[in-house]
């Protein structure tokens, strides 16, 4: 039986990771700090929560890291712990840069000292990108993060392929773009509507809202996102793979798509700070523009190009943007009853 440990297994991607492993036959270990609030809610909705082998771990404290790499011997350690949230890290900026960039290094340095065969993956990030540099972009697409996160998780990217180069270690780092799901984080853009959406259908209120609806993101369901992760550490060689559609869409797209789904069409009227997304319906706002939620510095559009993992790793996505979008709204709708 093959052994993961898997850091930020509370998290959307690792809740889904898990699973996948679960299914494979994996003893699952998880990493997980202790907050006041209940921390296994995406491990339960997944049915999971009980399967799994949990370790007090925080990536800004080494000693965890280095207690938890020294005992274990896993086969395959999956590095999605992050200062996640791209909006809070210039609050956060040097959490972000201890977290994002630090952490990986303090394990794949734990790696080298106790544990090197054990296959390596860091969460890198199409946040990378940032102000783009060619469209769509790939593995050798040039770097220009826009956030203290996409500053941080470009250290964790090189300070991955460095211990790659310098050690023989396998050690692969994928560059995934935008991926939702129904257990998305509420403050990400994707999930903050549909949410929105789904309790304005069911109750009404205020309308949901939101910062600049002109950005693009290329956007993917996780669970697909998860499959590709652990297909990297099965290759005979580490690298670098990007993850992405192929497809980008706007926020404003996006929110049409999830309106729709509960039977909402959405005119558009005004520009900037005063643009409305209006039922045609019921003249109903359901969408306002507010600044406090526009960016100091914007990732305008990523699009990412898959065609390395499609060759390599025989990975596709499986799942539109528009079959995405429904597929969340409708969770949040069905969970309010
Ligand atoms: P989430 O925000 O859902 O999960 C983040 C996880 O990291 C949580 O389990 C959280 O734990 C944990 N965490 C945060 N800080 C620390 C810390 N200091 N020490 C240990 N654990 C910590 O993120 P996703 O699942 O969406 O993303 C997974 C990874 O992939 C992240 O690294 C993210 O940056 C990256 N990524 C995500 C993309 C996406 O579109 N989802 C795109 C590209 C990259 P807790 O529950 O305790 O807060
Ligand atoms: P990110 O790509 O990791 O930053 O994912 P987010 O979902 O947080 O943001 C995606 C895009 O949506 C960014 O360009 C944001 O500026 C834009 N956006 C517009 N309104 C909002 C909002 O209210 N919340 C968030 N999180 N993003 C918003």
């Known amino acids: 039986m093959k052994r993961a440990f898997v850091t930020g297994i509370t998290g959307q991607d690792g809740a889904y990771l898990a699973k996948l492993l679960l299914e494979k036959g994996y003893e699952v270990h998880g990493g997980i700090r202790r907050i006041s609030h209940p921390i296994d809610e995406r491990l339960r909705k997944l049915r999971i929560e009980r399967d799994i082998i949990f370790h007090e771990f925080d990536l800004a404290e080494v000693n965890s890291i280095n207690r938890v790499i020294k005992a274990q011997r896993f086969d395959e350690v999956y590095n999605l712990a992050a200062q996640s949230f791209v909006g809070s890290s210039w609050d956060l900026p040097i959490y972000a840069g201890d977290v994002n960039g630090l952490g990986p290094a303090r394990i794949l340095d734990a790696l080298r000292s106790f544990s090197p065969d054990t296959r390596f993956y860091q969460a890198s990030t199409s946040e990378m990108y940032g102000l783009v540099q060619a469209v769509p972009q790939n ?110 869409t706007s926020i404003r797209d996006f929110i049409t798509f999830a309106g729709a789904e509960l039977g909402m069409q959405i005119e558009w009227s005004g520009e900037g700070v005063t643009e409305r997304g209006i039922d045609r319906a019921s003249g109903r706002t359901l969408i306002k523009v507010s600044e406090k939620f526009y960016r100091p510095a914007e990732v305008d559009l990523l699009v990412g190009d898959p065609a390395k993992a499609a060759r390599t790793l025989s990975w596709t996505s499986t799942v539109g943007v528009r079959e995405l979008a429904e597929m969340m709204v409708r969770s949040d709708y069905d969970e309010q009853i």
């Open 139 to 248: 593995e050798t697409t040039r770097f220009y993060p826009r956030s203290p996160y996409g500053v941080a998780k470009v250290y964790g990217h090189y300070i991955t392929v460095n211990y790659r180069e310098s050690f023989g270690m396998h050690a692969s780092s994928g560059i995934l773009f935008n991926h939702e799901s129904p257990l998305r984080g509420t403050e990400f853009v994707t999930r903050k509507i549909t949410l929105g959406l789904a309790r304005l259908a069911r109750s009404g209120g205020d309308p949901v809202v939101l910062g600049n609806l002109d950005a693009r993101r290329d956007w993917g369901f996780a669970g697909d996102y998860v499959e590709g992760m652990w297909l990297m550490l099965q290759q005979p060689q580490a690298d670098d793979y990007v993850l992405a559609t192929g497809v980008t």
